[in-house]
């Protein structure tokens, strides 16, 4: 039960994007296509999920025994960007069809502060979920961090579907670009928070 | 006008952060619930902006181009974990309140973005002069939109209340930073970008 | 290239270590701080103020802080919390020694800005508790029965609010139980209240 409000919480009700602000630069820039933004969300998941992962054991067996959690930001950027530049060499070498999907998003996403923004959430953010406020545990960070991936997946690919019709249509000359995007993703944030309230 | 000078004034309105090169949008729409607040997040900003410059232009020679990145990466986040022990030590109320955007100022790509493009290249002074620019433009851009979000959304102006009651409340939530931020744009475009 | 790398980190994790150990004690103290005002602004007027105590209420741990003026224990500020729209509420809820609130504050919170959050900004809402007895008014917003003013369109907040100033008296009563029970046997009330609960 609690993993499912963990689930329904960070895609829906505190969305990554359209709540808590964070990855906004990719999700102005790669969403023009609906094709290049279910890779670059394919791209975050997996990244997300796994610094998560690597995030939350080093500070547990490395940063806290040593009481040096200060660096934590320091420490999570480098893994970080160590890891992006690994899962790339791996995809490289062993799944090339992968690679050319997901591959040109990866050198974005170091600097995506989507990540690093789960991470450190993780790590230094009580949540309540229904209960006590407390830290998550591994296994809750590790479905926290997916299912908040997902939530930006879902941003992403809804966003990128009415982004297809705008080019379309025709606006005001200030309007173009960016600025006619921010507004419609008001509107969109507008609807989200419609969840707001449902999980505590 | 002397180069410096131009240096820094080209940060606020030609290589305006926020308007013109899209750059650090997170903290942008995030941070600014209220003037104070989009204040101090371009000042911390900024803070980290002149001081990463200034160190990057001057290791830049000798840094190998393979690991200029990771090497960039780090330096930065030395200065951020430095402005959030500082922020926690005396500022601690500012600190709370802008919470996670402050270690996430090492993922700004304003920070990252300067750092390559300008700091890079250029020496000491020059790298500081830009970094005194572009941050000031990027506090002048917080301040502007957390000043506007805080008259629509709660009726008051830093702090000081000109009207009973509340405001449209949509305005200092979520939806009224993209609208806000958007239009924003829109008169930025019209007005002051004319090359 | 490596050498380069590895150069800058230890540099900077050595530079950080330093700012570490510099801002160390101005951390601690200006977190030590804002406790102290918080505990001054809820509590009757006082000397000195004890070190932080522990006190358990059902299975839980509440920190709490004495204080005294001229030897006497004149008022309990008491660390609670609730769950409110956003997360939790943390408060500081002053008592003085007959069990009455005489303020409250607010030591964290993450409810919505302009509405739940006016809890630390809504006059009327923050009046309120100066002077709130729970022995004769009931601690629940009005919508439930209660004598609590709610906030406008922030039932939820000021509910957890009510509810987290309500565990404040509980632990108050079990810290003044206790307390009479060691001491003399006066104001009794309380402690027959205790007793009923435990």
């Known amino acids: 039960m609690e993993y499912f409000l963990i689930i329904i919480s960070a895609i829906f009700v505190n969305n990554i994007v359209l709540a808590q602000f964070l990855g906004i630069c990719p999700f102005l820039g790669v969403s023009n296509k609906l094709s290049t933004a279910t890779g670059m969300s394919g791209a975050v998941c997996f990244v997300i999920t796994l610094a998560t992962l690597v995030t939350y054991l080093v500070n547990k067996f490395l940063l806290v025994p040593l009481h040096i959690e200060f660096l934590q930001t320091i420490a999570f950027i480098l893994v970080i960007a160590a890891l992006v530049q690994m899962v790339e060499i791996v995809l490289k070498k062993t799944s090339p069809s992968l690679y050319s999907a997901l591959g040109i998003f990866l050198p974005l996403i170091t600097t995506n502060c989507a990540v690093l923004g789960v991470a450190l959430n993780v790590v230094t953010k009580q949540f309540t979920f229904g209960g006590e406020a407390h830290f998550l545990n591994l296994g809750e960070s590790l479905v926290y961090a997916l299912a908040t991936s997902l939530g930006y997946g879902l941003a992403m690919v809804i966003f990128a579907g009415i982004r297809e019709h705008l080019s379309l249509s025709e606006v005001p000359k200030a309007f173009k670009g960016v600025p006619i995007a921010l507004v419609t993703v008001g509107i969109l944030a507008m609807a989200f928070m419609g969840f707001s309230g449902m999980v505590k | 006008m002397s180069s410096k000078a131009r240096l820094i004034l080209d940060g606020f309105v030609k290589n305006n952060p926020t308007f013109v090169l899209l750059l650090g949008m997170c903290p942008t729409l995030a941070t600014t619930t209220s003037a104070v607040n989009g204040l101090s997040m371009g000042l911390a900003t900024l803070f980290v902006l002149v001081l990463s410059n200034m160190a990057i232009s001057a290791i830049a020679p000798v840094v190998p181009d393979k690991v200029h990145i990771p090497v960039y990466i780090v330096v930065i986040a030395t200065f951020v974990t430095l402005l959030q022990l500082l922020m926690q030590a005396y500022t601690p109320a500012v600190y709370e309140t802008l919470g996670l955007f402050i270690p996430l100022i090492v993922v700004n790509c304003i920070v990252l973005g300067r750092a390559e493009a300008f700091a890079s290249r250029n020496g000491v002074i020059a790298s500081a002069a830009d970094g005194i620019g572009v941050g000031l433009g990027f506090t002048l851009a917080l301040t502007v939109l957390g000043a506007v979000r805080e008259i629509l959304g709660s009726g008051s102006i830093f702090g000081w209340k000109f009207i009973s009651g509340d405001g449209m409340l949509a305005f200092v939530m979520a939806p009224g930073a993209f609208i806000c931020l958007g239009y924003l744009m829109v008169l930025f475009n019209k007005y002051l970008k004319k090359e | ?198």
């Not at chain 3, 700012?19 to 000195?48: H, M, N, W």
């Not at chain 3, 020694?97 to 923050?126: I, Q, R, W, Y």
Request: hydrophobic share 40%; net charge negative.
């Open chain 3, 1 to 198: 290239m490596v050498a380069v790398l590895s150069l800058t980190c230890l540099l900077c994790s050595a530079i950080l270590g330093g700012a570490y150990a510099l801002t160390k004690d101005p951390i601690d103290k200006a977190a030590a701080d804002k406790t102290a005002r918080s505990i001054a602004l809820v509590v009757p007027e006082f000397d000195s103020v004890s070190e932080e105590k522990v006190a358990t209420l059902d299975d839980k741990e509440y920190k709490y802080y004495e204080a005294v003026k001229d030897g006497q224990p004149v008022g309990y500020a008491i660390v609670s919390k609730a769950g409110g729209f956003g997360g939790d509420i943390v408060l500081m809820v002053g008592l003085d020694s007959a069990g009455v609130v005489c303020n409250t504050s607010v030591l964290s919170h993450s409810e919505t800005p302009g509405l739940g959050a006016k809890c630390t900004s809504d006059e009327a809402f923050m009046a309120q508790w100066k002077g709130f007895d729970p022995s004769v008014k009931i601690l629940s917003v009005k919508k439930d029965g209660g004598d609590v003013d709610a906030i406008t369109a922030s039932t939820i907040t000021s509910r957890a609010y009510a509810k987290a100033v309500e565990t404040a008296v509980e632990v108050f009563k079990s810290i003044n139980g206790a307390a009479v029970d060691a001491s003399t046997g006066a104001s009794v009330k309380p402690m027959e209240e205790t007793e009923n609960e435990q």
